[in-house]
């Protein structure tokens, strides 16, 4: 019998869900969730992920911000790209800032948070203005910005050798096969290459049933683009206070990488290292990557609460969206539930 997932990996109910379209036309599935007038934080997933991943987090800062986290293109309820040229790490940057210019009014910022290729979305993006002006702050947990392959340690490490590492990892994270069912085995493979050994078995249910869900294909193309990534260039042009999350016990992004970021960055905050976690932080020790995303957010938080203009009088910032709007075309936002 499979495990039942636990409570706070089901998410609440979203305030809103819109289709932002990015600058190729790709429609991105954007959700958001808690008050509207908090303070702003985007959320951005991983390989294989979805909005879905992020569940125990949302969970546990709902009630203080308003929480806007979207599936990456190909992933969740955002449509795949048509072929390998809707790819690669400028589409990501491609959408993250259409997501902030479609949900971060004129006059505001938010704190935007990415796990994984969630926090390569967000190196990718660090050279642009649009970003740059409105993000707060970032948090960058479990990630890298380059040599994924060569770093990784799912291989037993008497696997020596960068050339005979890549060599034996590309058949496997570039498949184009299916996953398979979530069985005892899948279960036990996912968890040991993804995962802490002390991860309870509810919680590599839930991880198994969003990594389950990513299409092949998507899963495939992804891989490739992961597999040359090298966004260390636009890491450097991020300058927007920024802390980092990394995992003693991560496979797929060890902590050299975290500890490479931290030294790049340009205003770093902090890196903070969970002990026995793995690469899915969020899912396994959800309470700690909460609350770091809290203390940045306390330490930026006047520009967290710059133009924010109580809802009933918000006619002011409503017109200068509107203004931001027209001056960039491509982010188009359809509502499609409001509640």
């Given at each position: 019998?499979?495990?039942?997932?636990?409570?706070?990996?089901?998410?609440?109910d979203p305030a809103a869900v819109h289709t932002v379209r990015s600058a190729d036309g790709a429609e991105l599935n954007v959700e958001e969730y808690g008050p509207e007038g908090a303070p702003l934080l985007v959320l951005a997933h991983g390989w294989t992920c979805a909005t879905t991943f992020w569940a125990p987090v949302i969970n546990r800062l709902v009630s203080d911000f308003r929480v806007i986290a979207y599936d990456q293109r190909g992933h969740g309820r955002s449509p795949a790209p048509a072929g390998a040229a809707g790819y690669g790490t400028g589409k990501l940057a491609d959408d993250l800032e259409a997501v902030l210019t479609a949900t971060v009014?004129?006059?505001?910022?938010?704190?935007?948070a990415g796990h994984s290729m969630g926090g390569m979305t967000i190196m990718a993006a660090g050279g642009r203005p649009e970003v740059a002006a409105r993000t707060?702050?970032?948090?960058?947990?479990?990630?890298?910005?380059?040599?994924?392959?060569?770093?990784?340690?799912?291989?037993?490490?008497?696997?020596?050798?960068?050339?005979?590492?890549r060599l034996l990892s590309r058949p496997v994270?570039?498949?184009?096969?299916?996953?398979?069912?979530?069985?005892?085995?899948?279960?036990?493979?996912?968890?040991?290459?993804?995962?802490?050994?002390?991860?309870?078995?509810?919680?590599?249910?839930?991880?198994?049933?969003?990594?389950?869900?990513?299409?092949?294909?998507?899963?495939?193309?992804?891989?490739?683009?992961?597999?040359?990534?090298?966004?260390?260039?636009?890491?450097?042009?991020?300058?927007?206070?920024?802390?980092?999350?990394?995992?003693?016990n991560d496979k797929l992004t060890p902590p050299v990488h975290s500890r490479r970021?931290?030294?790049?960055?340009?205003?770093?905050?902090?890196?903070?290292?969970?002990?026995?976690?793995?690469?899915?932080?969020?899912?396994?020790?959800?309470?700690?990557?909460?609350?770091?995303?809290?203390?940045?957010?306390?330490?930026?938080?006047?520009?967290?609460?710059?133009?924010?203009?109580?809802?009933?009088?918000?006619?002011?910032?409503?017109d200068a969206a509107g203004a931001a709007a027209s001056d960039h075309p491509s982010p188009t936002v359809t509502v499609e539930k409001t509640a």
């Open positions: 019998m499979s495990p039942r997932i636990p409570a706070d990996c089901v998410l609440p009014p004129a006059g505001r910022r938010a704190v935007v707060a702050a970032n948090v960058l947990v479990n990630t890298g910005a380059g040599e994924l392959v060569d770093e990784q340690t799912v291989l037993p490490l008497f696997v020596r050798g960068r050339a005979l590492r994270l570039q498949s184009r096969l299916s996953l398979g069912p979530i069985n005892g085995i899948s279960r036990a493979v996912l968890k040991y290459a993804t995962m802490g050994p002390a991860t309870p078995p509810d919680r590599v249910e839930a991880c198994a049933q969003v990594v389950h869900a990513c299409p092949p294909k998507v899963r495939h193309h992804w891989s490739i683009v992961l597999d040359v990534l090298d966004v260390h260039a636009e890491l450097a042009r991020i300058t927007a206070p920024t802390a980092v999350i990394t995992s003693s970021i931290a030294a790049a960055l340009a205003d770093p905050r902090g890196l903070l290292e969970l002990d026995g976690a793995g690469h899915m932080s969020p899912l396994e020790r959800p309470a700690e990557v909460a609350d770091e995303i809290r203390r940045v957010a306390a330490l930026v938080a006047d520009e967290l609460l710059a133009g924010v203009v109580a809802f009933a009088g918000a006619e002011s910032t409503t």
